[in-house]
């Protein structure tokens, strides 16, 4: 990290936590902050759900929310980009603070509720996209919708034709009663209206699916079978969790979803079961407390194509997904990988 990262970082951590995060997104939109551009080599070169990836290394969902900073955050080293949650109608979200730094645990807790300017203004903003890394949009549903299963089908309706990926996002813990849809019946339903969109786009995207790291492993089972049988693209593992295991931070009770660098173990545990339920038929892209090169070379030996980081920029800065490719691209030279999809999975067993 540079002199001039670590200044700014420590400056925005002065600040209330949610304002730090919007100051970032507008000093990456100024154009001024050095950005290392793509990054990549034959090693970390990969191929998630038929999608070229420069490197396995992504930005999840909930640092941009409005698609308001694509074009640097392209020239950041990621590999790939997911933006959102986008809801149909503009929402504000839950009332503020819902947002906290959990700086002992290397960790934040959030109940921002599907804060975002809409499906309409964030697809514009994503017909602009830069090209080269690939874009893709998590779908949500707004808190007072009759229908929130319809929800998703009709942001993808609206996006569709200018995102390269879709993921459905039913495992956010700050919508009320929004992981009830992770249920057999109710997710097949709500994915067959999804995957029935998809199928008019004039270029059908990838769609994958983001589960919450707290469920059960017979849920587990289930989830992973109902989304092999809708014909999904992959399975994202796993948003934030509810638990609040071994915390030292002031502010650990604040209810909301728990990421960063908690997570890890769990998330890792749930991607290496389901890396085992799926045997491979669907690509898997694992999120939870990476901040490290090792961390994200366990992801995929553990059963990851690739992998994505959010939390761990509050307290590493933008250099972060820069760093991971790099760092990874040497621990797979290391181990005699010639590149990442020839190391999937080799680690599952460690987790099991």
Known sequence: MSLWERAGLSLLHRLDPETAHGLSLRALGSGLLPLPGRITSSRLAVTLAGMALDNPVGLAAGYDKNAVALAALARAGFGFLEVGAATPRPQPGNPRPRLFRLTQDRAAINRFGFNNDGAE???????????????GLNLGANKDSADRAADFARVLALCGPDVDFATVNVSSPNTERLREL?????????????????????????VFLKIAPDLTDDALAEIAGVAVAAGLSGIIATNTTLARDGLRSADRDEPGGLSGAPLFERSTRVLARLSQLTGGVLPLIGVGGVSTPEEAYAKIRAGATAVQVYTAMVYEGISLPARLARGLDGLLARDGFASVASAVGTGRGAWL
Not at 191 to 206: D, I, S, Y
């Open 121 to 135: 203004a964030i697809c514009a903003r994503l017909a602009r996209r830069p090209r080269g890394v690939p874009v």
């Open 182 to 206: 992770q249920g057999r019946a109710a997710l097949t339903a709500l994915l067959a209206g999804v995957m029935e969109v998809r199928a008019t786009l004039p270029r059908p995207v990838p």
